[in-house]
């Protein structure tokens, strides 16, 4: 039997390093997470803003940015997976029905 030869050049491919997308320090899904934050907390500072004023609405924006950002770094730490973590072991060792 011949062997049929493609003559169709090959090219390298590149697959990745197998490692999350990083930027500025944030890790896949809360890059995200993050610019949710920052838009959440600048849509209600301009909200604020016209409704109470500028130092309501500059408190809520701190407030809002801050209480994101440890959210997210915390649940970062953790991993970037969500895990369950065992809460103990029950024992069920007797029932009053039977």
Known sequence: METVKN??????????????LEFLGLRGRYIVWAAITVGSG????LIGYMIFG????????????SVGGVTIFVKQHKGLHTKKSPKGIYIFSHSRQY
């Open 42 to 45: 600048l849509l209600s500072f």
């Open 54 to 65: 500028f130092v309501i609405s500059l408190s809520l924006l701190t407030i809002i940015l």
């Open 7 to 20: 003559d169709y050049p090959d090219y390298p491919v590149f697959k990745g390093l197998q490692k999350p």
